[in-house]
């Protein structure tokens, strides 16, 4: 008897023939680009070092097109985005050591926003490997230990044989929801040595499915059918598994407003009648989400940034889609569905009744006209003109990358996204420095729409050096620096909880004639221009950058408030 899976396919003459007779002059580095492109990579991003040459000369020899930024660090914010933006897993190439740690923050940030990053890193030649002090330029005891607590899998490689198997092992952990960076290192030895071994060309690595256990998702439709005051809270799995055409549909079957994570921004309309946006600051917002008797959370841990600094304490019964299983009920009792957002609104969809509700949408007016009211009575009209003016110049459906820093805090709770999978910043991990390279690898990944960046002057000097990179490449992207002359945010931060800042105050170059001095268009505006300036370097191709000098103010906080009557 012959089973499907004793079936094996056989390769042709052709075949055959290049395997018996391999090109000549092919290395380890050979090895991993034949690798990336039997999976379909196209574009890799990262820096040369010593012990990775075998890599990088491997590229000129491969159709692998090579964006090299200018520090480690940025490379992977560039990865990570380009990663976001195609849902493709990003290939990142980095040297031992100095180069790989360099990584790490970047490497972060994109575990804790899952965005598939393959990181491959080069290692100490094999004799050293294992812990002893051999004395080799970068040497680490135990370079992959660095990043186990960081990345989803970790992958070592000792002989050329094992280069295809443990890069496509990668490829899928990567894309396997949830989605993440994963690590590869191969020695310098193993990538130098000339090798027998025939062009790589079959490599299969098909992420897996992450489907809902049937009977959890029919007690969620269930509850929901006969929910008095459903609501939704849509995170970043909605946008990551493309589902936001699901949660619509979900959302107006069964007649439940929806409020966006600042990660899921853009998972629904912003402007649709069960829209609550995404104030989740907001102490109005949280005491809606209280009140609600069943509330279906898709895509989000309800961490800090998501639950107004854990303030929010549900009373009604949670149900909550998470494919992220250590996220699953991690901060709130729920019915855990361990699933892949698309899948699992799709099964519920499939069996949730209709419900008849009239009053949601005046009910999210009202909300939302409490949370306009607020921040309306603290005067903040140069933030939000601001911010009108940002989305007004920005083609509707190009994307942009915000720093941390005051205005992208504005723009988490207050910015229209005009679609899934346009706004990104760096709020899962916190770090400064993200935009402008992450901008840098979304333009590399569709060049059919200008890129916008959103940094202040103390982030924007994390990537400076990129301007370098955004000339070199001929990247369309526009950089928006707000100068406020340091680190904004903690001034204020500090200011508020001290009576003064210590150490945010910064010496900064001039970012206009610094710009120039790359060959990059650069142009100081003013409040007033922001809009005209910003929308003719979006509508010029390539590089260019808009320095906005403004002191802007974050609107008051509510986690600190016992309630709405305290905010009012």
Avoid: C
């Avoid at 000129?60 to 660090?73: F, H, P």
């Avoid at 709020?427 to 059919?448: C, E, I, K, V």
């Avoid at 970012?511 to 910003?534: C, K």
């Amino acid at each position: 008897m012959t089973h499907d899976h004793d079936l094996v396919l056989r390769p042709t003459a052709a075949q055959t023939e290049a395997a018996l007779n391999p090109p000549p002059g092919r290395n380890g580095g050979d090895l991993v680009v034949e690798t990336l492109t039997g999976l379909g990579a196209t574009t890799v991003f990262g820096l040369p070092g010593q012990h990775a040459l075998g890599m990088f000369d491997a590229l000129r020899r491969s159709d692998l097109r090579y964006i090299g930024l200018r520090v480690e660090n940025n490379a992977g914010f560039a990865a990570d985005a380009y990663g976001r933006i195609t849902g493709e897993a990003a290939p990142l190439l980095l040297s031992t050591g100095p180069g790989a740690l360099t990584s790490l923050a970047a490497l972060q940030e994109a575990a804790s926003a899952s965005a598939p990053v393959l990181a491959i890193s080069s290692q100490i030649p094999t004799a050293g490997l294992g812990g002893g002090r051999h004395g080799y330029l970068h040497e680490l005891p135990d370079q992959s230990a660095s990043f186990r607590g960081v990345v989803k899998s970790v992958h070592t490689v000792r002989t050329q044989s094992q280069i295809p198997s443990a890069i496509a092992a990668a490829w899928k952990s990567a894309l396997t929801a949830p989605h993440g960076p994963v690590w590869v290192e191969i020695p310098q030895d193993v990538l130098l040595a000339e090798t027998p071994l025939p062009v790589v060309t079959g490599v299969d690595a098909t992420p897996e499915d992450l489907p809902p256990r049937p009977e959890l998702t029919a007690v969620a439709a269930d509850l929901l059918s006969r929910a008095a005051r459903p609501a939704i809270i849509a995170g970043g799995g909605v946008v990551r598994s493309d589902a936001s055409g699901k949660l619509r549909q979900l959302a107006e079957k069964v007649n439940a407003p929806v409020v966006t994570t600042f990660g899921g921004k853009g998972a629904f309309p912003w402007t649709h009648p069960l829209s609550l946006q995404s104030w989740l600051e907001d102490r109005h917002t949280t005491d809606f989400l209280e009140d609600a008797d069943v509330l279906l959370v898709v895509g989000s841990g309800l961490g800090e940034l998501s639950s107004n600094y854990h303030t929010f304490k549900p009373r009604g019964r949670v149900v909550q889609i998470e494919a992220d299983l250590g996220k699953l009920e991690s901060n709130h009792p729920a019915l855990g569905i361990h699933a892949d957002a698309r899948l699992a609104l799709q099964a519920l969809l499939e069996t949730v009744e209709p419900r008849e509700d009239t009053t949601a949408p005046e009910r999210v007016r009202a909300v939302l006209d409490r949370v306009r009211a607020r921040i309306e009575a603290q005067q903040l009209t140069l933030e939000q003109d601001l911010l009108a003016s940002v989305r007004r110049a920005l083609p509707s459906r190009a994307p942009s990358f915000w720093d941390m820093t005051i205005l992208s805090y504005w723009a988490w709770s207050a910015f229209d996204a005009k679609g899934p999978n346009t706004l990104h910043s760096a709020q899962g991990a916190g770090g400064l420095g993200y935009a402008f390279p992450a901008a840098l690898g979304a333009a590399a990944a569709d060049q059919t729409h200008p890129v916008l960046a959103v940094s202040g002057d103390g982030g924007a000097l994390y990537s400076i050096a990129e301007l370098a990179t955004a000339r070199q490449y001929d990247l369309n992207v526009t950089w928006l620096i707000v100068d406020d002359g340091g680190y904004g945010i903690l001034r204020e931060y500090m200011t508020d909880a001290f009576g003064e800042a210590t150490g945010t105050e910064l010496a900064r170059p001039d970012f206009v004639a610094l710009a120039q001095s790359f060959g990059v268009q650069g142009v100081r505006t003013t409040p007033e221009n922001l809009e005209q300036d910003l929308a003719k370097a979006l509508a010029t191709p390539g590089p260019s950058v808009v320095v906005l000098p403004a002191l802007l103010r974050m609107f008051a906080p509510t986690h600190l408030e016992g309630g709405a009557a305290g905010v009012s």
